[in-house]
């Protein structure tokens, strides 16, 4: 380990620490950035704490700090779990490249976040949406095709972005979705997703394709990739036209199609494959079945409440 009374480059360390996200771990780009703005945050700190860096410098007393400035910035408890979690990433390089012998970011507690269950779409308002497209608009088969593809396969809106063509296997029923922190997992397509896919294919190829999008499967009337942005504009444009007055994006889409499995039965552990989770806790807030309907199936099932006649 070098001396903590040396120095180390702010630059040098938060290279190594990207360069460690990318190549021992695997983790996504937006996954990386955010995890290097969490430590280049905690670099500034410690930095101004001290006149200068070096991993050695950062304590328990110090980490704790670092939190309640977060906290008195005003900035709210899930992003300051989020940030802490990148904190932590950052202290597992620095232990693997022996910058440190020990860890003080296993001590440091993350504040108290509350789940907040994300709002859920009906059918009846997914099939209003898709029913507001306007069959006028050049973009109506595609935008169509979007709709059916987030909603029937539960994909993040990253994944339809960057849904390739090659990895589409429409006679199959099935796609090749390539996932958080450069995971692969195959995702069953539903029939009306395959079928506004299988109608929106021609019209893709009358467009001038650039060579970005020769194996993007969704594109702007220009021929390159769709953006995440663009995605966000037409999943409000369509809820507005629609009426649906829930605070929705793209994202909601895919809670919905989780939501909607579990209700029909579906088992956990297949939602989880399906979306992708590597924890089974980040699937189980689906789990948000309407008390009064839990009620009543326990009053229909449950072998204590029986009408029967009592000894």
């Known amino acids: 380990m ?12 938060l290279a190594e620490f990207d360069a460690y996200l990318q190549l021992e771990r695997g983790l996504s780009a937006n996954t990386r950035t955010a995890y290097h703005d969490d430590a280049a945050k905690l670099v500034d700190f410690i930095t101004t704490e001290h006149s200068r860096f070096h991993p050695g410098l950062i304590s328990l007393d110090s980490l704790t700090a670092f939190a309640a400035g977060l906290h008195d910035l005003g900035i709210s408890s899930r992003s300051q779990a989020r940030i802490i979690s990148g904190i932590k990433a950052f202290f597992r390089f620095l232990m693997a490249e022996k910058y440190v012998e020990s860890n003080p970011s296993l001590l440091l507690e993350g504040p108290r976040t509350t789940r907040k269950l994300p709002d859920v779409l009906s059918v009846a308002e997914i099939d209003a949406m898709i029913e507001a497209i306007d069959p006028k608009s050049a973009e109506y088969q595609r935008n169509r095709a979007i709709m059916e593809t987030l909603y029937g396969c539960g994909l ?8 390739r063509i090659s990895r589409t296997f429409l ?3 099935y796609l090749l979705v390539h996932g958080k922190g450069d995971k692969e997992r195959i995702v069953p397509m539903s029939d009306a997703a395959v079928n506004e896919i299988r109608a929106y294919l021609p019209e893709r190829e009358r467009l001038k394709i650039k060579t970005d999008g020769r194996d993007i499967l969704f594109l702007n009337r220009c021929g390159h990739p769709l953006t995440r942005v663009m995605i966000f504009y037409i999943i409000k444009r369509l809820a507005s036209e629609a009426g649906v007055t829930k605070n929705i994006s793209p994202h909601t889409l895919r809670h919905s199609f989780a ?3 579990l209700e029909g039965g579906a088992n956990l552990r297949a939602i989880q494959q399906m979306l992708g989770h590597e924890s089974i806790t980040t699937t189980e807030i689906y789990i948000h079945i309407d008390r009064s309907r839990l009620r009543e199936e326990i009053i229909a099932h449950h072998p204590r409440n029986s009408h029967q006649g009592t000894a």
């Open 171 to 173: 006679d199959e029923r």
């Open 156 to 163: 993040r809106v990253s994944e339809l972005t960057e849904l």
């Open 259 to 261: 939501t909607h499995l």
């Open 2 to 13: 070098i001396e903590s009374s040396s120095e180390i480059s702010p630059v040098r360390i």
